[in-house]
Each structure stands twice: as structure tokens, then as C-alpha cells.
């Protein structure tokens, strides 16, 4: 089960800031964590800050983690319209 989050961040803020608010929501490990910005699909980098990397206000951030292969877990997020009405 995927699940959202939605947490408040400085532009100011590195991308490893942003990791140990969410490590205090999720328990898992910064280096076990990715961040990709859905609008580029850009993976952000831990050393520089949201604005550096174009996050803006509202943005859509998926986190990704790490699986027992080591490798990161594909963006998998459903939009609303997946979603059928009956």
C-alpha cells in the first residue's frame, strides 16, 4: 500500500533536510530514501536545496526506497482518474 505525505519544507532546506523529516514519519534511513520531482522526474540531490533544484511550492515529490536488491523502487503513484466510480 502506498501512502501520502505532506510535510512543510523551507526552499532553503537541502533534499537531506527534507529525508530526516520523513525518516521521523517513516523510520527508514535516509540512504535507504529517493526523492524524485515528478514534474522533471528528476532524482534530487541530498547536498542541494529545494530551490536550487526547481521543487516550488505545491510540488509533487515521490519518495522512493531502497529493496533488499539494493535497487530503488520504481514511481508508482496513482492519479485520481485510476480510480473508478462504482
Known amino acids: 500500500m502506498k501512502t501520502t ?3 512543510q519544507c523551507d526552499p532553503t532546506e537541502t533534499v537531506l533536510d527534507v529525508k530526516q523529516k520523513l525518516f521521523a514519519l517513516i523510520e527508514q ?7 524524485v520531482l515528478m514534474s522533471t522526474e528528476e532524482v534530487l540531490e541530498d547536498s542541494k536545496s529545494l530551490a536550487d533544484q526547481k521543487v516550488e511550492n505545491d510540488a509533487v515529490v515521490a519518495l522512493t526506497l531502497k529493496k533488499d536488491d539494493n535497487e530503488f523502487e520504481d514511481v508508482n503513484i496513482a492519479q485520481p482518474t485510476d480510480f473508478s466510480l462504482s
Request: charged letters at 10%.
Open 5 to 7: 505525505y505532506f510535510i
Open 29 to 35: 534511513p535516509v540512504n535507504n530514501q529517493r526523492l
